[in-house]
């Protein structure tokens, strides 16, 4: 491929890969870290309507799995109770994550994309982390109004994390 062409291996231009790169930033920015560092107790958590027509009360994090999604969190796998229990363990915390670094690139289309992020969480108001996080993420493209966390408005799309892999590397000084 010649340096500054249109398009790579995934048949995407550059204008599809930036917009997709754009879309997962927000994603995590706005949406992800949001829902952990949206203040401590039940801010963290949401009530919803499940399938079955009752209503769940969940942390905001766990509806932007995918069911069935790959999930390791500091070398431990977890199913999406799993992330209910983490959010759990952190709900009287007052955390803030800011992403340093975020690489995005598609995988076969712009309807999955690799996402590698480093950046620091600062909790308990004194205690800074760096970590590293890998995820996939799928963009669904949905037939009605979008109207749940991670959802396009006007694209009427979903955005679903559908593996991650989340890992603290270090104390900052």
């Known amino acids: 491929m010649e340096l500054g062409s249109n398009s790579n291996n995934s048949g995407l231009t550059n204008k599809q890969i930036s917009q997709l790169s754009k879309d997962v930033r927000l994603l995590l920015e706005s949406v992800y870290n ?3 560092d949206s ?3 039940e801010d963290r958590l949401e009530i919803r309507v499940g399938a079955n027509g009752v209503q769940e009360k969940h942390s905001k994090l766990y509806y932007l799995y995918k069911p069935g999604s790959s ?3 500091n070398g431990h796998s977890l199913t999406l109770d799993g992330v209910d229990k983490l959010v759990q363990q952190f709900l009287d915390v ?3 994550h800011v992403i340093r670094t975020l690489d995005v690139q598609p995988i076969v289309d712009d309807s999955h994309a690799l996402a590698l992020v480093t950046g620091t969480c600062r909790y308990a108001e004194e205690t800074s982390r760096g970590y590293t996080q890998t995820l996939i993420i799928w963009k669904e493209k949905c037939n009605e109004k979008a109207k749940y966390a991670g959802e396009g408005e006007k694209k009427k799309i979903r955005y679903w994390i559908t593996h991650e892999n989340f890992r603290w590397t270090k104390l900052d000084d």
């Open 39 to 41: 203040g401590v107790g």
């Open 71 to 73: 999930i390791t969190w």
């Open 94 to 96: 007052k955390t803030k």
């Open 34 to 36: 949001k829902s952990w």
